[in-house]
Structure formats: C-alpha cells, structure tokens
C-alpha cells in the first residue's frame, strides 16, 4: 500500500497531457499545474474560440491567462529528479508502437498491464487497480493485453460471443444460438475450450514425446559420430603402425640384400685379384725366359748356342683351369630375385587392398537414404569413371580421355591382354567401386547396355559367361529408342519408364541396392536390385548396334 501511495504522489507531479514529469511548471487560474509548452499547446488549439479552458476541470479563462512559472513546483521536480523518482515515474511505461495501450488514459497512453474479457477493455496498471479492490471487480477475467478484444463482440448483434457452435466451427453469441445458429450443436465457449484444451494437452505431449525421442535419437547419432571418430582414429593409427613395420621390415631387406651383395662382391673381387697376381707373375717369369731364349736366339757362336740350350719345359699353368667366364657368379639372380618378390608384393598388395577398401565402405551403412531423393542428392556420391583399355574389345573405340565409347566395324590397334573381351563387344571401368556410387550415361545410336559386373567375369569367348546380364557375376541395362530391358543371370525382366538419353546408375554396395534412372529434367526409377554384393564391382558398357556410342558423363 505504501508503494501505491508513492505512485500516487509521484502522479501528483505529473503533467495531466504528457503524463511525464513536469517541465518548466505553470499553475494556471483554477489551480491546476501543466508543462509550460504542454498548456501552450494545448491553447493554442483552442485559440479560435476565444475562450481557453482547464484540461483537467474544464473551467473556462478570458482573455487567456498569462503563464508565470511555480518555482515551489519547479524546486519539488528538481528534487524528485534528484532523489531517482524521476526512473520511478518512468515504471508508468508509456505504450510504444508494439505495445497495446490503455483503454482509459488521456493524453498520452500508458501501456496495458491486461485486459479484462468481462469489460473487454485494456488497462494499464494505475487503472487496473479497481479489478484487484472492488469486489465485483475481482471476478473479472484478467488475461494478457491483446489488441483484438473487440473480435470478441458478435458482428451481428454487438454481443460478447461466450458460445460455439460445434455445427459451424465458430464462435457466436447468444442471439445467435436462437437465432441463425437455431438447432445446430452448441456449447459455452468455456466447454468448448475446455474439450479441446484436452486435446491441446494431448497434442503437445505427443510433440514432447517426440522432441524427447528426437533427443535421444541426437544424442546417439552424437555418441555414433564420437564412436566413428575413435574407431576412424585408432584405425588410423593401427595402420600407420603396422605400414611403419612393414616399411621398416622392407627397409631391413633392403639393407640386408645390399650388406650380403657388397659382402659377397668383396669376396668375388678379392678372389679375382689373388688370381690376377698370380697370373701376372707367371707373365712376368715367361717374359724374362722369353727374353733369355731371344738373346740366346742371336748367339753366332754355335757351340755356345749349344751348351746353353736345353729344350724348354713349360709346365700346365695351375691356374688356368680355374679361370672359365662362363661359370663367373654376377648378381644378376639377385636382380631376378628381387624384381620377383616386388611383383608378388604387387599382387598381394593388390589382392588386400580391395578387401581393405571394401571393409572401409561397409560403416557406410548406419543410416538410409530417403526414397525420394533428388539428382542434386545423388550428386553428392558421383564418381569419375573411366574406361580400361585392356579390357575393350577391339571394335570399340575410346576417346575423350577413355570416357567415351564407339562401336566400330572395323578392328582398334590394341595390343594382346589378358583382360581384353576377345568376343563381346564390351569394356569395363578402370577403377573398382564400392561403397555409394553414382555415374551417368549418356548414349547414342539404336541402343547401348549400361551394365555393373565383378572384376573376375569371364573375357574370353561368346559363352553368356562373358556376357553382360547372363550370369550371375553382372546386372544389366539394355537402353534401346523404343524400350528398357534388365538381365541378370540370364533373367530377363521388361522395364517401363520415359525414354532418355542419358541413364543413372547409383550403387549402394554395402546395402545390396543398385538402381537405375532415366534422367532429364527428372529422375525416373526404372529398375531397382536388392542384393548382396560379394566383391567390389566395375562400371560397364556393352553394345550390338554398330555406330552406336557412349559416353560417361563429367558430373560436377
């Protein structure tokens, strides 16, 4: 109550038109205090009347009063701006352009505290105060300031609408319900919100229950994302463990096949050399008796000659059965031995690599793609395909940096391959695919054959082996002007969708889901397969019209 009071004193030195403080305080005639500019103002509306009146009492001044300023108001403003009541006045809150105003302020409005349904009025809180003292009052409903109290009164009959009409779905008074609303289900607007409070209640504890499940589900899409990260980061570090053993193991090969060949070259040279002086001393010891037998050749006394002549003896050189070029030990082997053990490292490495890789692809399964996805969503999986030479036939031609295809007529100049289709006229992709996966096709002519097949399919002969879609180790598109068929395992299955001359294809290898679209300004499934892929696969085309072409698409 004592703080009531001191709102009421402060209003007391309150201007009754701006409802602010009083500025340059005036005291008119009849007793009344106004902001100088405010009274000023105010007369100088009513200047054409030739009278000049209170705003508060309404008593009527001629001529027009001469304002002279109330210093004892002007020292209490002072001191109340002073003292901070000045903020205190300014708890009245006057109402901005967002805010709902009081019904019943003059001048200059205060914002409403709330609004009553009974009175449908707004009020602030200085005019609230009779709703919390006068009984009556008091049963009012209070609710939040609104702006649209007056869409509570009856259009028809100016009445508050407190009825619902069930039959129609809308509130009315009433003189409604008796009247054009006559015979229609309805209730008080009090029943009606009370029933659909309780489906309200239900609504949103279903969207609470769902929020919590949601939370849940973030919370463990959160622990899976922290779970991939420290399985990816021990991975990581695992491997790099064991590629630096493997590395250091190749290192210590290395070193001990250098050691062992210069050990044993220094051996071999230092043999060599023992003999070579050896040899060179036998020269040496022929030269110096060739020399004595040339200037024992040159004696002109004969019985000289004869006295130191004796028939020469040269004995079997001992070393000359050990010297044979053909049986010197050169490293050579080693070289072979070596070049062997990095070409089966080669294929180990190649071997393991694609089960290394295809384990890597498989955590790619913790969540669907939705059914309904976009190209724009496919294209976050594209791949750049490319076609392997040494598996094309020799009557297709590949250019454009072996992305596109051509069935000839006439033979291509590639060289013998193991891997080379010696019969049908197909090729598959250089690289392996596992994992999500999407390329597109684009083909010309009477038709082409986008296929999927294991890297082992058979190459060499017309057997359905060899053939895409007849056996079990590749799946198969045949595009053609006029129809979409699908082969797999000699199975033949009739597509129907638009016809296109560009086709999708999306691998999801671990999931065992691979389909195909005609694509153009939509993407239209035409075939899906469900299955298990056992080894990663390759992108394949195959043709049987001659002058037909594709070319696999660059997707950006």
Known sequence: MAQQNNQLDRAKFCCSVCLDLLKDPVTIPCGHSYCRNCIQSYWDTEDEKKTHSCPQCSQSFTPRPVLVKNTMLAYLVEELKKTGLQAAAADLCYA??????????TGRKRKALNSCLVCLTSYCKEHLQPHHDVPPLKKHKLVEPSEKLQENICSRHDEVMKMFCRTDQQCICYLCSVDEHKGHDTVSAAAERTERQRELEGSQHNIQQRIQDREEDVKLLQQEVEAINGSADKAVEHSEKIFTQLIRLMAKRRSDVKQQVRSQQETEVSRVKELQEKLEQEITEL????????????????????????????????????????????????????????????????????????????????????????????????????????????????????????????????????????????????????????????????????????????????????????????????????????YHSNVHTPVSGPRSSRVGVYLDHSAGILSFYSVSDTMTLLHRVQTTFTQPLCAGVGFCYNGSSAKFSELK
């Open 96 to 105: 901005g352009p967002e805010d709902v105003a009081c019904d019943v302020c």
């Open 287 to 486: 030269k110096r008796k060739d020399a004595e037998l040339k200037k024992l050749s040159h004696t002109e006394d004969h019985n000289q000659f004869l006295q130191n002549y004796s028939t020469p003896c040269l004995s079997e050189s001992k070393y000359f059965s050990k010297i044979n070029t053909n049986c010197l030990r050169y490293f050579e082997d080693v070289t072979a031995a070596v070049s062997e053990l990095r070409d089966k490292l080669q294929n180990v490495l190649r071997d393991t690599w694609t089960n290394i890789s295809l384990t890597v692809t498989q955590v790619d399964v913790l969540l669907s793609l939705p059914e309904n996805m976009t190209r724009a969503d496919f294209l976050r999986y594209s791949c750049e395909i490319t076609l392997d030479p040494n598996t094309a036939n020799t009557r297709l031609l590949l250019s454009e940096g072996n992305r596109k295809i051509r069935f000839k007529r006439q033979d291509q100049s590639y060289s013998d391959h193991p891997d080379r289709f010696t019969d049908r006229t197909q090729v598959l992709s250089t690289e392996t695919l596992t994992g999500r996966c999407y390329w597109e096709v684009e083909w010309r002519g009477m038709g082409v054959e986008v296929a999927v097949a294991y890297k082992n399919i058979s190459r060499a002969g017309r057997s359905h082996e060899c053939r895409f879609g007849y056996n079990d180790k590749s799946w198969l598109l045949t595009c053609s002007t006029n129809s979409f068929n699908f």
